[in-house]
């Protein structure tokens, strides 16, 4: 029985280990995924079987969670205004593609440290999947003024961004050269000292969300989380207050994005660490075996 259960453990082994190659596979896979976060496995031990005198007895090993670790990545400068980062914790906010209405709450916003934005042809900020960048005083996609017929515009409609300063605030200039800064879905205002102000503090900016408990965020791809219940992100509406970066602790950067987390020599470290402990559990089978063998061998 013990020579058996000897060899379930070295099997649990294996299972557990090959999960954990599967979780560093993946993070060398994306080592070069803007805003990456990396993931690492947790193992646990089994219940153990009670022996003489109060003793236990393990009975393996098994996955206990594939934690993602936050810690921020270095920043890589970029030629793109458009290109920005976050120095702090929260995440960009986002609505999925093709979405016109404002999200009704912040826990219901794809979220994402990934910040290669750009305005398509609907004249609507988004990341390069689609995902609509929402401003932090609505929740609303970010949509600047634009005419039907762009070819012939009137004052202020859009034509590139200039600057996004430290709190989100969108520069941008219109066809003529004139510079506007983005205030809500569809206006602007012409960029003074005191319009700047009145942008910044109505909360037309580019929105940012700070969960409570990031390891709670469900990965969903394309460099998107999404908020769980364990998550502590807000189910209350977007606000001007709450969801503008304070320029400070939390800090937007232009002309910059965030690297993957990943670290390349820890992950091979790892990885031998991992291979070392298959192997070895494959040996715990293969010497559980020989000695089945040798009780075998009694009858003889």
Do not use: W
Request: avoid cysteine; glycine fraction near 8%; aromatic fraction near 8%.
């Amino acid at each position: 029985m013990s020579i058996t259960s000897a060899m379930y453990s070295g099997v649990s082994g294996l299972l557990a280990n090959a999960e954990g190659i599967n979780v560093i596979g993946n993070n060398l896979a994306n080592v070069n995924t803007i805003g990456f976060k990396s993931g690492r496995m947790l193992f646990s031990d089994m219940l153990s079987a009670t022996g003489p005198n109060n003793s236990q007895i393990g009975r393996g090993v098994q996955i206990q969670k594939v934690d993602n670790i936050y810690a921020q990545g270095a920043f890589e400068n970029t030629e793109v205004v458009s290109d920005v980062a976050i120095q702090g914790n929260s995440f960009f906010a986002f609505a999925a593609p093709n979405t016109v209405a404002a999200v009704a709450s912040q826990d219901l916003a794809y979220l994402s440290r990934a910040g290669a934005l750009r305005v398509n042809s609907s004249y609507n900020l988004t990341n390069p999947d689609g995902y609509l960048s929402l401003e932090a005083a609505t929740g609303a996609p970010i949509l600047f003024q634009h005419t039907v017929a762009p070819a012939a515009p009137a004052a202020g409609d859009f034509a590139k961004i200039t600057a996004i300063d430290s709190q989100g605030v969108i520069t941008y200039a219109d066809y003529n050269g004139n510079a506007y800064y983005y205030n809500g879905s569809g206006a602007s205002l012409p960029a003074t000292t005191a319009n700047y102000t009145v942008v910044r503090d109505a909360g037309h900016t580019i929105a940012v969300v700070n969960p409570t408990n990031p390891l709670g965020l469900m990965k969903v791809g394309g460099t998107m989380f999404r908020s769980s219940a364990d998550a502590g992100v807000p189910t209350t509406a977007f606000s001007a207050a709450i969801n503008r970066a304070n320029g400070s602790s939390e800090e937007i950067k232009s002309s910059s994005l965030e690297l993957s987390n990943v670290d390349m020599a820890a992950q091979f470290v790892k990885m031998i660490l991992t291979q070392r402990a298959y192997s070895a559990n494959s040996k715990t089978i293969t010497t559980a075996d020989e000695m089945t063998q040798e009780v075998l061998n009694l009858k003889r």
